[in-house]
């Protein structure tokens, strides 16, 4: 189970983009794709059914998740998820410090 969710801020922690932050755009499996990082160039075709254009373009490629850590914005550090049970709802917390994770949009 990944403790990390989309929309959550992450920090890179190890590969070419290592230090750089970013928010998560999805997640599947074991990869995530972060907004503005490991940008690669796809060479597209036209396509009329949908109107897309043809050429180079230039999206997000996943990084393995094991790659980002959660950024913790009291510490200002990469931090790691736990769980605990706060007024019957399972919420995800830091391990450094406890606080509960703001909730992802």
């Not at 928010?23 to 990082?37: A, C, F, I, M």
């Not at 007024?87 to 995800?92: D, H, L, M, N």
């Amino acid at each position: 189970m990944a403790k990390i969710k989309k929309g959550d801020q992450v920090i890179v922690i190890a590969g070419k983009e290592k230090g750089k932050q970013g928010t998560v755009l999805s997640v599947s499996n074991d990869r995530v794709k972060v907004e503005g990082l490991n940008l690669v160039k796809k060479h597209q075709k036209p396509n009329r059914a949908t109107g897309a254009e043809g050429g180079i373009v230039t999206q997000e490629a996943t990084l393995h998740i094991s790659n980002v850590a959660i950024f913790n914005a009291t510490t200002q550090k990469a931090d790691r998820i736990g769980y605990q049970v706060i007024e019957g709802a399972k919420t995800r917390v830091y391990k450094s410090n406890g606080e509960a994770v703001a909730v992802a949009k």
